[in-house]
């Protein structure tokens, strides 16, 4: 909106150039016929402005009805993808814009109907409202159609994958010969001193400064994603006294809810999330239960050989600077499930495309990280027992599919 008002000015002083231009070569019929121009164009104009108002409410609806959909059947926790939308600010702000521009150029029309006092003529304005009439259309068509897109629960669960899968990549990977030296105790400890509430993130680079300037190691206490209230330790310190409190601030972000920024367990909280309710008797949707159920088990595959508990943050000179806590392999199993398996004993296609995924996931799973699987494996093969009614259903529903029912 700023910046149309600034190509608003601009747009007026060419239109007053060129009236200024005409009145000097004397061609006052000319000018005439901009006037005649004049007041078409402001008609135009006019109907351009009473209709973004109403493009605006439009868009508007068509937002809240998608967001209360989202809720309602997948997870609350999804709506961020709706508000994080980058065509819908672009929609809303070209659309506003639009409206703003419209009520500038009706202000630059001139009332006077006589070629030799015209100051100006909106010829200039008219023609930028019209691009930006088309820009807006152009936009609504794609707002309408990533918006359908997004209600979609295919396209939904791939983008949590998406998302989960860029901050799994985001992660330091520690390098053979690399390890974390040993840390003793800490001899120092930091404090939260802000308002209460979710670990959405931290600023490594400056945690991994502050760190190096100081001669310690800072090591984050509470996980991303962790509720943290104040007087609570964050930050406990091993090499030396803690920093000063003036250089860690703005270091620490806690909000109202989880992100993905560093948050490598809330993709799969989200998938999780959309199979129970998928499962839940008031949806009972099976299908959606086996397509969040395909992704649980494709993020744990690209996990399975890739160290975890602890990301090792290092500065310049290759020393460890900040150790930051990220879920283990077991944890981030049970997340992903625990809760979807205890709903799946009454749905054969949910049960067999977990065995699927369970045994995919043992054949890629080194030794050491097969016991959790394996737990998985037996307590699903017990629930199913106890709720078949018959030995030819606990059959069919303990059968591996990669489809569930293909």
């Not at 000015?9 to 200024?20: H, N, Y």
């Not at 990533?146 to 998302?163: K, Q």
């Not at 054969?348 to 699927?356: D, E, I, N, T, Y």
């Not at 591996?400 to 293909?406: L, S, V």
């Amino acid at each position: 909106m700023v910046s149309v008002f600034v190509v608003w000015v601009g747009a007026q002083a060419l239109d007053t150039a060129i009236v200024d231009a005409l009145r000097e070569d004397g061609d006052y019929d000319t000018l005439d016929e901009l006037l005649r121009f004049a007041e078409d164009a402001r008609a135009v104009v006019s109907a351009v402005g009473s209709a973004m108002m109403t493009f605006i409410g439009v868009v508007f609806s068509i937002s809240l009805v998608a967001v209360q959909m989202a809720s309602g059947q997948f997870t609350p926790r999804v709506v961020r993808l709706f508000v994080r939308s980058r065509i819908t600010k672009a929609t809303f702000a070209v659309f506003l814009a639009t409206f703003v521009l419209t009520l500038l150029v009706l202000t630059a029309f001139d009332s006077t109907d006589d070629p030799r006092a015209v100051t100006s003529v909106p010829l200039v304005q008219s023609v930028l409202t019209l691009c930006m009439v088309a820009l807006s259309l152009f936009l609504f068509v794609l707002y309408v159609n990533t918006t359908l897109r997004l209600m979609r629960i295919s396209h939904v669960i791939a983008r949590i994958a998406t998302e989960s899968f860029r901050v799994a990549a985001s992660m330091p990977v520690p390098v053979s010969g690399q390890e974390a030296p040993p840390l003793g105790s800490a001899t120092a400890w930091v404090s939260h001193e802000g308002g209460a509430g979710v670990l959405r993130d931290v600023h490594i680079a400056r945690l991994a400064r502050v760190a190096r300037r100081h001669g310690v190691v800072l090591r984050l206490i509470p996980r991303i994603g962790d509720f943290v209230v104040p007087g609570t330790p964050v930050l406990a310190v091993h090499g030396g006294p803690a920093p000063p409190r003036g250089a860690l601030r703005h270091t620490i972000s806690v909000g109202v809810e989880r992100t993905y920024h560093q948050d490598l367990g809330f993709g799969l909280r989200q998938l999780s999330d959309i199979a129970l309710r998928a499962l839940s008797p008031a949806i009972n949707d099976p299908t959606t239960a086996v397509q969040a159920m395909d992704r649980i088990i494709q993020f744990l595959a690209s996990l399975s050989r890739r160290p975890l508990d602890n990301a090792l943050h290092r500065d310049r000179g290759g020393a460890v600077r900040l150790v930051q806590p990220v879920p283990g392999w077991t944890e981030l199993v049970d997340l992903g499930f625990t809760e979807v398996r205890g709903c799946a004993t009454g749905s054969p296609q949910v049960s067999r495309r977990m065995l699927a995924g369970l045994d995919d996931l043992l054949l890629l799973a080194p030794p050491e990280r097969r016991e959790p699987l394996l737990r998985h494996r037996e307590l699903l093969r017990q629930s199913v027992a106890e709720t078949a009614p018959s030995a030819s259903d606990r059959a069919f529903a303990l059968r591996p599919d990669r489809q569930g029912i293909a």
